[in-house]
Nanobody
Framework: QEKLVESGGGLVQPGGSLRLSCAAS????????IGWFRQAPGKGREGVSC????????YYADSVKGRFTISMDTGKNIVYLQMDSLKPGDTAVYYC?????WGPGTQVTVSS
């Protein structure tokens, strides 16, 4: 059974950093792509970043380029999203996604 679980969210001041983790089970990351999405109150779910684990190619939304970095640890089956220079507009629930599977989400709040 394929399963995704996010962790690492929390409250941080503007300009701060957080690292989100997506722990995957039931499949091997070295044959799949994994994406991060987010949803802010009153808005739709937005694609943030993804990684194609077969060749480590990465993609980022324009709103996070230069600030967020996606990476993976294939041995541990974990995908990370390093978030630097956080802004209040980054406040959202962040979700890990693969195929038909979604994690339950982790809350990120950027506020002073």
């Amino acid at each position: 059974q394929e399963k995704l679980v996010e962790s690492g969210g929390g409250l941080v001041q503007p300009g701060g950093s957080l690292r989100l983790s997506c722990a995957a089970s039931g499949f091997s990351l070295d044959h799949y792509s994994i994406g991060w999405f987010r949803q802010a109150p009153g808005k739709g779910r937005e694609g943030v970043s993804c990684i194609v684990t077969t060749d480590n190619s990465t993609y980022y939304a324009d709103s996070v380029k230069g600030r967020f970095t996606i990476s993976m640890d294939t041995g541990k089956n974990i995908v990370y999203l390093q978030m630097d220079s956080l802004k209040p507009g980054d406040t959202a629930v962040y979700y890990c996604h693969h195929g038909a599977d979604w994690g339950p989400g982790t809350q990120v709040t950027v506020s002073s």
